[in-house]
């Protein structure tokens, strides 16, 4: 399944349920990132500009990594609809295994 797979326009819970099924809790960071890369419409923001991890080298994504396991959350925006944008939170532990999932609709300004 992918982002095109399920509307944005759901519920928060909705989105939840479809991003779990991609990556359940206690999946790796690795597997993560290999979800984010094959949703090509997916950005990551990273150090306050929005990037795609497509475009990141190999170095750059272990770069990304090592600043994931420190700050222990991964923010991706899934896509927006009028001026709704819809993002997800991944919550890791020290291992860098998923423990917790968040969905957030904010509002443009």
């Given at each position: 399944?992918?982002c095109s797979?399920f509307s944005?326009?759901?519920?928060?819970e909705?989105?939840?349920?479809?991003?779990?099924?991609?990556?359940?809790?206690?999946?790796?960071?690795?597997e993560?990132?290999?979800?984010?890369?094959?949703?090509?419409?997916?950005?990551?923001l990273?150090?306050?500009?929005?990037?795609q991890?497509?475009?990141?080298?190999?170095n750059?994504?272990?770069?990304q990594k090592?600043?994931?396991?420190?700050?222990?959350?991964?923010?991706?925006?899934?896509?927006?609809?009028?001026?709704?944008?819809?993002?997800?939170y991944?919550?890791?532990d020290d291992?860098?295994?998923i423990i917790?999932i968040?969905?957030?609709?904010?509002?443009?300004?």
């Amino acid at each position: 399944m992918s982002c095109s797979q399920f509307s944005l326009r759901k519920s928060e819970e909705n989105i939840k349920d479809n991003i779990l099924k991609l990556t359940p809790i206690d999946s790796s960071l690795d597997e993560v990132i290999g979800v984010i890369k094959n949703n090509k419409k997916w950005q990551v923001l990273s150090n306050g500009t929005w990037k795609q991890w497509l475009s990141l080298s190999d170095n750059e994504i272990q770069q990304q990594k090592n600043n994931i396991i420190r700050t222990k959350t991964i923010h991706v925006l899934l896509g927006r609809w009028f001026l709704t944008y819809v993002s997800a939170y991944w919550n890791l532990d020290d291992d860098g295994i998923i423990i917790e999932i968040n969905i957030r609709k904010t509002m443009a300004k």
